[in-house]
């Protein structure tokens, strides 16, 4: 099984993106659960030409599987995304400067597509006191709102099996992880999170 895992690089509000390094980290771990996925980690620049550049040429990879993770600056947990909406931001540039034209992604499509995935089952796998997982109906106006709606609107008959998931801003500095150390999930936690729901995901797209 062919699995392709995506995250984003730094963008005006974010000098550090952890979604870049959570997806790099989950194609490198060594598991047995995880020994039959090929996989590969592909970290976008957090640009819209950038996407609709580099997303047709992975997808064309055939992948049966692709989990993208963005960041959600103000969350405390991960939050795992139904759907994606069919609009953007005329005011946030991305981290080219570019702002796009109009408040819409795709002209006559509906307001919103939803993801495929079992949503509930995935949460289940990952859910523990230690790490905390939603389920979002709003993955934003911005880039990962953007990458999702193209990564569905590519997965004909639901194929490859497409979800995105938010994760919480990893604090950096010690005074940082001081102030958010009861709030805050680390990039550890955030990892091993990862893995499960690869797991449970990979699971899910063999049914």
């Not at 194609?27 to 640009?47: G, I, M, S």
């Not at 590519?154 to 950096?172: D, T």
Request: aromatic letters at 6%; proline letters at 8%.
């Amino acid at each position: 099984m062919r699995v392709l895992i995506t995250g984003f690089g730094p963008f005006p509000r974010a000098p550090f993106n952890p979604s870049g390094p959570v997806a790099k980290a989950l194609a490198r771990r060594r598991r047995p659960a995880l020994a039959d996925l090929v996989r590969e980690a592909h970290v976008f620049a957090t640009e819209y030409a950038c996407i609709d550049r580099e997303l047709p040429r992975l997808f064309a990879r055939q992948p049966d599987v692709v989990l993208m993770f963005g960041l959600a600056g103000r969350a405390r947990e991960l939050r795992i995304e139904t759907r994606a909406r069919n609009g953007t931001s005329v005011l946030l540039p991305d981290a080219g400067k570019y702002r796009p034209q109009r408040g819409t992604i795709e002209l006559g499509a509906p307001a919103a597509r939803r993801g495929p995935a079992p949503f509930a089952r995935l949460a289940a796998a990952v859910r523990s006191r230690a790490v905390r997982i939603r389920i979002s109906r709003d993955a934003g106006i911005y880039l990962c709102n953007y990458t999702y709606w193209r990564a569905l609107g590519a997965a004909p008959a639901n194929r490859p099996l497409v979800l995105f998931v938010h994760i919480p801003l990893v604090p950096m500095t010690a005074r940082r992880r001081r102030r958010l150390k009861r709030r805050s999930l680390s990039l550890t936690q955030i990892i091993s999170a990862g893995e499960n729901l690869l797991i449970a995901l990979a699971a899910a797209a063999r049914r």
